[in-house]
């Protein structure tokens, strides 16, 4: 049962346009939203999040949008760069039940290659 | 500075070995994480410890044993692992485990059972 859902495995863009990746999720008690990027043989590098109390949020090149009702979120990149390359996961959070901790639940990762 | 440390980085151990994670952060977080991840597959949660404490196990099975000596260090423990157990297994710490609190992640640990 995959809550966060990141239904294109991967996207090309050219170098100096907009790249938009997206998330959904299912879980509405989700209240926290996080993006990473991956390059290979590293950990997840954290970019940018969002609460659920607001719409949007920017930092830099990099705007994420969140649509509560529509249960989705988008990532921003503009404009796209070569080094911009990596796997993209977006990650949600909400509180436990049992202990109130929160936990992270990511995506399953898209692939962008952004071409020179 | 938000740096989370895993030794070692490559691991190749057999079946019948007992081996250890090491994760440090200096960052005076005071929540830590152990992810899985396979390949082309996200990251899936382990273990979170809250004030070196275990607060999350996500029916990890008991060949996986995490321990917290203190707010800096986490281990996992590793003992008559299967081959499918190989994959990058991910470190990290927050602030706290509370709403709004960002995750930062190490390097991550390729372990390869043979």
């Known amino acids: 049962d995959q809550q966060v859902k990141q239904n294109s495995p991967s996207l090309s863009v050219q170098e100096g346009r907009i790249s938009i990746l997206n998330c959904d999720y299912t879980?509405?008690?989700?209240?926290?939203f996080l993006w990473y990027k991956k390059y290979p043989a590293e950990g997840p590098t954290f970019l940018i999040s969002?609460?659920?109390?607001?719409d949007k949020n920017e930092d830099g090149r990099f705007t994420v949008f969140l649509n509560k009702s529509a249960k989705h979120l988008s990532l921003h990149i503009v404009p796209s760069q070569p080094g911009d390359s990596a796997v993209y996961f977006c990650?949600?959070?909400?509180?436990?039940?049992?202990?109130?901790?929160?936990?992270?639940?990511f995506g399953t990762g898209t692939r962008l290659k952004v071409l020179a | 500075d938000t740096e989370v440390t895993q030794t070692p980085k490559h691991l190749v151990m057999g079946m019948t070995n007992k081996k250890s994670l090491k994760c440090e952060q200096h960052m005076g977080h005071r929540a830590m994480y152990w992810y899985k991840q396979k390949a082309k597959k996200p990251p899936e949660l382990m273990f979170v410890?809250?004030?070196?404490?275990?607060?999350i196990n996500e029916s990890v099975p008991s060949r996986f044993s995490p321990e917290c000596p203190n707010s800096s260090l986490l281990n996992l423990h590793l003992h008559a692992l299967q081959p499918e157990d190989s994959a990058l297994y991910l470190c990290a710490s927050s602030q706290s485990s509370r709403l709004g609190n960002t995750i930062y992640f190490g390097e991550g640990s390729w372990l390869t059972v043979v």
């Open positions: 410890y809250s004030y070196e404490k275990l607060s």
């Open positions: 969002i609460s659920s109390i607001k």
């Open positions: 990650a949600a959070s909400a509180a436990t039940f049992t202990s109130g901790t929160y936990k992270y639940i």
């Open positions: 879980n509405s008690m989700f209240d926290y």
